[in-house]
């Protein structure tokens, strides 16, 4: 890496220090002892400066590989990290908690054990028709009670 680094610097410092050689001969008269030793000094601390940043950019990027290794970013859950909500299900989130084959179902009211888009609950004979905010919430039966989000909305 360092070496890649170092092509990519003296790239780009090759052409300022050809153009400083070149108008230095090009110029009338030629340089002097002395506007040599300035230019050759002024290379000089070019080449300790362009040493010193990579050594600097390579400190730094080994000290990021080991954060990196150390400690990996934390990631928000998103679209992209959940799965689908049903048990056992490994498809990605679509909408709703679900994943598209269940979001599907769940949308033409073929889903059972969840509450429709409409706020309708359908267990065998019965039907409850509740708040839309709880649409596809998963409801339980207990005891002869029929509950969603552990409030009892109804009895079986």
């Known amino acids: 890496m360092r070496e890649l680094l170092k092509r990519v610097v003296l790239r780009l410092l090759d052409q300022p220090i050809g153009d400083l050689v070149r108008e230095a001969i090009d110029a009338e008269p030629l340089p002097t002892t002395r506007e040599l030793d300035t230019l050759r000094a002024e290379v000089d601390e070019a080449n300790v400066e362009l040493e010193r940043l990579t050594a600097e950019l390579e400190r730094l990027s ?24 049903l048990p056992g299900c490994a498809g990605k ?35 409850w028709t509740l708040d839309t905010r709880l649409a596809g919430e998963a409801f339980t039966i207990e005891s002869g009670r029929v509950l969603v989000k552990g409030e009892v909305v109804g009895s079986a």
Do not use: I, M, N
């Open 62 to 85: 080994h000290a990021l590989d080991r954060q990196r290794a150390e400690e990996p970013l934390p990631v928000k859950p998103g679209r992209k990290t959940r799965g689908c909500k």
């Open 93 to 127: 989130h679509r909408s709703k908690g679900f994943c598209s084959k269940h979001y599907a179902a769940w949308r033409r009211e073929r889903l059972e054990g969840y509450v429709g888009p409409d706020g309708r609950l359908s267990l065998a004979d019965r039907a």
